[in-house]
């Protein structure tokens, strides 16, 4: 079946500006993770969605990130008040459905750019 | 304070040979570990993973070993081809109280396998 898919691809905005990033999970997978890649470095955890809530979102860096998953499927990742500093892949990952639930599958993430 | 430390940064391999990447680990309670495989543009892609009451994984090419005691975790990649350059990552997770698996990374290694 097909992979987790994230939209767009590519991002570019301006500084201050409100952006909001996509990411459609593996069908039937309950668990969602958002990551937040910065160039040469490894993921860093930002959200855990076990169904439609937020249960973990320890990893958000400050208020101005928030992620809804209103039906349990599709999440958004929405940034306000961009900043430089933001620019990075934001990757999404989900699990669950048959395989062990810490087996995380990826998307191929949206590279954000804040001018 | 970095929790999974990765090294080398990067590693350049004859065609044939084998590449060894390590990783230690600071936090006990973590036990799952797995090898993640990135190539520049697209997602991290699970390769291999490991808990920590066996000491051995393989699968195929790709072998893990764990030695528990010592906190540190290593990928073999035996018969390394040019195909397998790519960015390789160690992560580990443990069960939060919230459900979350949310995977801690290391820094990553470059691979490059030259004919």
């Known amino acids: 079946g097909a992979g987790v898919s994230q939209t767009p691809s590519n991002k570019v905005t301006e500084k201050g500006k409100y952006v909001e990033l996509r990411c459609d999970p593996i069908?039937?997978?309950?668990?969602l993770y958002w990551y937040r890649q910065s160039l040469g470095q490894g993921p860093e955890f930002l959200i855990y969605?076990?169904?439609?809530?937020?249960?973990?979102d320890s990893g958000l860096p400050n208020d101005r990130f928030f992620a809804v998953r209103p039906e349990g499927s599709v999440s958004t990742l929405k940034i306000q008040r961009t900043e430089r500093g933001d620019s990075a892949v934001y990757l999404c990952a989900s699990a669950g459905g048959r395989l062990a639930t810490n087996e995380q599958f990826f998307g191929p993430g949206t590279r954000l750019t804040v001018l | 304070q970095q929790q999974v430390k990765q090294s080398p940064q990067s590693l350049i391999v004859q065609k044939g040979g084998i590449s060894i990447i390590n990783c230690a680990y600071e936090n006990t309670a973590f036990d799952y570990f797995p090898w993640y495989q990135q190539f520049p543009g697209k997602g991290p892609a699970l390769l291999i993973a490991?808990?920590?009451?066996?000491s051995e994984k393989k699968e195929g090419r790709f072998t893990i070993s764990f030695n528990k005691s010592a906190k540190q975790f290593s990928l073999h990649i035996m018969d390394s081809q040019p195909g397998d350059s790519a960015t390789y990552f160690c992560a580990a997770s443990r069960a939060s109280g919230a459900g979350s698996y949310q995977l801690t990374f290391g820094k990553g290694t470059k691979l490059s396998v030259i004919p």
């Open positions: 490991i808990r920590p009451d066996v």
């Open positions: 069908s039937g997978h309950t668990a």
């Open positions: 969605f076990q169904g439609t809530g937020a249960a973990d």
